[in-house]
């Protein structure tokens, strides 16, 4: 196996990145810099910034799905917040999580030391679809549907934002009543930029006051209790 792939897979990074980390002199086999291109044998130790990583054919590969609640962050790192690792138990912490949601967001979240897994749901070139509840402020107007579906909208980050919108059927009359028309959607993303659906919707003057995922690359949450976790 070449050594860009290795480390794509034993980290989730991109080949693109595995590249860079490569040619910068991060990577190194058996205690010598590697060169891109160069193989690696299954009886190698590769380190990346000098800590060993493991390709998942290696290891005891674990994947869990979390309903992740509003005011968590998912960081090992808190600076004050709650983080996704207070809702597991000690065990799990070595997982990563597959992508983010961000503190305000709930709902579904893959944690994962399998980087094949986690390169092939968050890389561009998958297009994994991402599902989400959402609701604004306000009524979303004409204009701004077409915008968010067809046109586009400038988020500041040289390309355009663009995603499906739909409003569902609820069949519940009670939540029916508590729902102002054109407020509630659920939005399928295929991209991972940061906060994408707020900033887009922040762009055209609303407010996101509810985003919860509950579908991603295939996997769904299902009745998954908030702030519970299953392993898949």
Not at 207 to 217: K, S, T
């Amino acid at each position: 196996m070449r050594i860009n792939q290795y480390v794509a897979v034993a980290t989730g990074m991109s080949r693109r990145a595995a590249d860079k980390a490569i040619a910068r002199g991060r990577v190194s086999i058996n205690g010598q810099v590697a060169s891109v291109g160069t193989e690696v044998a299954s009886n190698d130790t590769v380190t990346l910034d000098n800590r060993p990583i493991i390709h998942p054919g290696h290891i005891n590969v674990v994947t869990i799905m979390l309903n992740k609640p509003v005011g968590y962050v998912c960081s090992r790192r808190g600076q004050g917040s709650k983080t996704i690792y207070d809702l597991l138990p000690a065990e799990l912490h070595h997982l990563k999580p597959v992508g983010r949601l961000d503190k305000d967001s709930s709902g579904l979240l893959l944690l994962t030391n399998d980087g094949k897994l986690a390169h092939e749901l968050t890389h561009p070139s998958f297009q994994k679809e991402k599902i989400y509840e959402v609701e604004i402020d306000k009524p979303l107007k004409a204009k701004d549907r077409e915008k968010i579906t067809k046109s586009g909208v400038n988020i500041g980050d040289n390309r355009r934002s663009q995603f499906q919108l739909r409003q569902p059927v609820i069949s519940n009359q009670k939540s029916r009543k508590l729902l102002v028309p054109n407020t509630y959607f659920l939005v399928t993303l295929t991209e991972g930029r940061n906060r994408q659906i707020r900033r887009t919707l922040a762009v055209l003057g609303y407010q996101v006051i509810r985003l919860h995922r509950f579908e991603f690359g295939g996997y769904k949450l299902g009745n998954l209790s908030l702030g519970n976790y299953t392993i898949l």
